[in-house]
Nanobody, 114 residues
C-alpha cells in the first residue's frame, strides 16, 4: 500500500512563502504523474498543480506564476514552492497521483493571514 506523507505547512502572512514536501513510498514513483491538491474550508478538494514523470507541469489558473511544483525521483519526493501567498490559498494540502487513486495522507495545513 502506498503511503503519502505531506509536510511543510504552517501559518504565514499574505505575501509570504512556504515549501511543501510529499514523501511517497511507491516503488513506481518515478513513472507516476503526481499532483498537489488543496481542500479549502467548506469546499471540495481540487487539483492545483501536477507534474508528469518527465517533469512537465500544469497549474490551475489561480496559482499560476506563484506556485512551482517539482520532484526528486531519487528521493521519491515531490515539492510545492508557494510564493506570494494569498488568504484564499488557505486549506489542507494533499499529494497523490494525478487521479487521486491512492489512499490519502493526513495532509498539511496552510493558513494565510491577511
Amino acid at each position: 500500500q502506498v503511503q503519502l506523507v505531506e509536510s511543510g505547512g504552517g501559518l504565514v502572512q499574505a505575501g509570504g512563502s512556504l515549501r511543501l514536501s510529499c514523501a511517497v513510498s511507491a516503488i513506481t514513483f518515478t513513472f507516476v504523474h503526481m499532483g498537489w491538491y488543496r481542500q479549502a474550508p467548506g469546499k471540495q478538494r481540487e487539483l492545483v498543480a501536477s507534474i508528469s514523470s518527465s517533469k512537465n507541469t500544469n497549474y490551475v489558473d489561480s496559482v499560476k506564476g506563484r506556485f512551482t511544483i517539482s520532484r526528486d525521483n531519487a528521493k521519491k519526493t515531490m515539492y510545492l514552492q508557494m510564493n506570494s501567498l494569498k488568504p484564499e490559498d488557505t486549506g489542507v494540502y494533499y499529494c497523490n497521483n494525478q487521479n487521486g487513486a491512492w489512499s490519502w495522507g493526513q495532509g498539511t495545513q496552510v493558513t494565510v493571514s491577511s
